[in-house]
């Protein structure tokens, strides 16, 4: 999972920071809201955490902009107000979870993995790419309506893939993401899955860029 963190306490951002990627997360961060609003438009997340008072620009000001360009990523917001009013107004202009500080990081990243949850279940039970068509429900993937047998992890891939459209996608990312850190991978295992995967949809669907890594391009 690929999470951006705009928090400018640097004592608690290193803390979530650091919690976060001893679980496997991969994790952006930006201390102020122009920089974090600019994060947030130009990639692709997962999830947002999102503190309520930075400088420059305050979250409530980040998330009415981002839902107005129509950016749905799930986003928690973050802050030391706490009355009932405050936290109505939050999930009225977009935010899906809220959090009051001082928190706990067990209590935040069960809410991280609960909204992930969430907006997995949400999305469209089919996608259509040019010619491909996936069904989430039943794992089948088509190609001009003929169904196509891929392996568990090429499945996994093609969908973490299509998740992050448009958007490079490194090595690093999608061995965190798809292979456990006790699974011991060879240095070729995810080159040799994206081969096959594309001889199996077409190599067009899957660019690669050198240096940066993979990408379906929609």
Do not use: C
Request: proline share 2%; aromatic share 8%.
């Amino acid at each position: 999972m690929k999470i951006l963190i705009i928090e400018d306490d640097e004592n608690i951002l290193s803390f979530l920071k650091r919690g976060f990627e001893e679980d496997g997360y991969i994790i952006d961060t930006a201390t102020n809201g122009e920089d974090g609003e600019y994060l947030a438009t130009v990639n692709t997340y997962d999830l947002i955490i999102l503190d309520w008072m930075l400088p420059m620009k305050d979250g409530m000001e980040i998330l009415s902009t981002l839902r107005n360009q129509k950016i749905s990523t799930p986003t928690i917001m973050l802050t030391a107000k706490s009355e009932i009013d405050d936290k109505v107004s939050a999930l009225n202009i977009g935010a899906d979870d809220y959090l009051s500080k001082p928190f706990s990081f067990k209590e935040l990243n069960a809410r991280v993995q609960a909204l992930y949850r969430r907006s997995l279940s949400q999305s469209d039970n089919t996608i259509h790419i040019k010619n491909l068509i996936i069904d989430i429900n039943t794992k089948v993937v088509s190609k001009d309506n003929e169904p196509l047998v891929l392996t568990q992890k090429e499945y996994e891939l093609l969908l973490f893939l299509i998740k992050h459209k448009n958007t490079p996608v490194s090595n690093i990312m999608i061995e965190d993401q798809l292979w456990n850190y006790d699974d011991y991978i060879n240095s070729n295992v995810i080159q040799v899955t994206i081969y096959n995967l594309r001889k199996k949809i077409g190599k067009e669907f899957i660019s690669s860029s050198r240096g940066l890594g993979y990408k379906v391009e929609v």
